[in-house]
């Protein structure tokens, strides 16, 4: 069964035009969890950390919230630079220090 | 801004040869990872590794699988024996500590390709 589910797989903007991402977690024991930016062909870039319901991270137009079953990357105004894949991985209790990535959100933004 | 390094950036073999994939993870970082991620697929934990150990394994890391610290900024894995399947991207990790909850630093990869 997935432990990290994002939805959706792809989504397409337009330049200026917020959203959100979802990513939804059936782990017991969260201890953390991750937001990573991967361009094509290279390592997820860390960008937040959230390690209780309520927390909230903001990052330029990138703004990262938790609740208990689930997160969301909001995406204000978002420039063409801001395509890329968004992951979602998690740290649990019982997971030592491994990361459990879900399978990633496509945004492409255009002009 | 430190960063974990990779090389090489892509590696191409022949099924059945050995490759050692290298990494520099971030110089005062303690914890160090190995991941993949198959084309079009979910980035995977492969091992986790911390003072001189393998602290955590997943089943994909089988005995084809070594890891090591062979000196003080290296951290390398080796694949025995390559089979088709073992084409992906291998990211390695680290991070500050392993007591607590930390942010793990990737590096760019290698593009392994068997053929």
């Known amino acids: 069964e997935d432990q990290v589910t994002q939805s959706p797989e792809a989504l397409r903007l337009q330049e200026g035009e917020s959203s959100s991402l979802n990513c939804s977690y059936t782990?017991?024991?969260?201890?953390?969890l991750f937001w990573y930016r991967q361009d094509p062909g290279k390592g997820p870039e860390f960008l937040f950390t959230?390690?209780?319901a309520g927390e909230e991270k903001e990052k330029e137009r990138l703004k990262a919230t938790l609740t208990k079953k689930e997160s969301f990357l909001h995406i204000t105004a978002p420039k063409p630079e801001d395509s890329a894949t968004y992951l979602c991985a998690v740290h649990y209790s019982g997971g030592y220090n491994k990361l459990i990535f879900g399978a990633g959100t496509r945004l492409a933004v255009h002009p | 801004e430190p960063e974990v390094t990779q090389t090489p950036s892509h590696q191409v073999t022949q099924m059945g040869q050995e490759v050692i994939l290298r990494c520099v993870p971030i110089?005062?970082?303690?914890?160090f990872y190995w991941y993949r991620q198959i084309l079009g697929q979910k980035v995977e934990f492969l091992v986790s590794f911390y003072n001189n150990e393998i602290s955590e394994k997943s089943e994909i890391f089988d005995d084809q699988f070594s890891v090591e610290r062979p000196d003080g900024s290296n951290f390398t894995l080796k694949i025995r024996s390559t089979k088709l399947e073992d084409s992906a991207m291998y990211f390695c990790a680290s991070s500050e500590s392993a007591g607590g909850v930390y942010e793990q630093y990737f590096g760019p990869g290698t593009r392994l390709t068997v053929t």
């Open positions: 959230l390690y209780s």
């Open positions: 782990v017991s024991g969260l201890r953390g």
């Open positions: 110089s005062n970082h303690l914890y």
